[in-house]
């Protein structure tokens, strides 16, 4: 069984400027900090202003996961993030992939993703993903605790991104 997980996430900035800033390694360490991860480093592959791909890890404390999950990832837990995204349309809207892996455990998830124009300098980022804990018995359990964390830590990302647009360019 896989648990669905929808979340849109409302940005502060312009579509053209989301994919820079997804792109951009202080953006890692903004993400760092926002999520109280003990590390964060990520590399990318091609240019924002085209179709490109980012791969971060991120090392987090688990104190605020459920407490059924727990037993299965100890104190700390490694999660490994991919997020590979087309060039952009005319009006700078994308669409893409994002694959969730926590390191050492049977969980984890993958999505579609769009970026989507708004008005105003801003935009959103649309993402309709499937939550997976390969446990047998317990599998569905799990990823039901989970959905909410996962919520939680896509949705650090509006905060993460009103930062970074804050910060000079």
């Known amino acids: 069984m896989r648990m669905k ?3 849109t996430l409302n940005l502060p ?8 800033m997804y792109a951009d390694p202080e953006y890692t360490a903004i993400r760092r900090s926002t999520l109280a991860a003990s590390s964060a480093e990520s590399s990318v592959t091609g240019d924002p202003a085209g179709s490109f791909t980012v791969t971060t890890e991120l090392s ?3 104190d605020r996961v459920p407490d059924i999950v727990r037993p299965f990832v100890g104190s700390a837990v490694t999660i490994k993030e991919e997020q590979s995204w087309s060039a952009p349309d005319a009006e700078g809207g994308r669409t ?3 694959r ?7 969980a984890g998830m993958t999505a579609s993703l769009r970026l989507v124009p708004g008005g105003d300098g ?6 309709a993903g499937d939550l ?7 599998g569905p359990r799990l990823e039901k605790a989970a959905v909410p964390y996962v919520s939680k830590v896509l949705r650090a990302e509006e905060k993460s991104a009103a930062t970074w647009s804050a910060t000079d360019r």
Not at 13 to 20: F, N, P, Y
Not at 132 to 138: C, D, E, I, R, Y
């Open 60 to 62: 987090m404390p688990t």
């Open 13 to 20: 900035l312009s579509a053209r400027s989301a994919a820079v």
């Open 132 to 138: 997976v804990a390969k446990v047998p018995l317990l």
């Open 122 to 127: 801003a935009s959103s980022v649309e993402i």
């Open 5 to 7: 997980l929808r979340e």
């Open 96 to 98: 893409g992939t994002m």
């Open 100 to 106: 969730l892996d926590v390191a050492g455990t049977p």
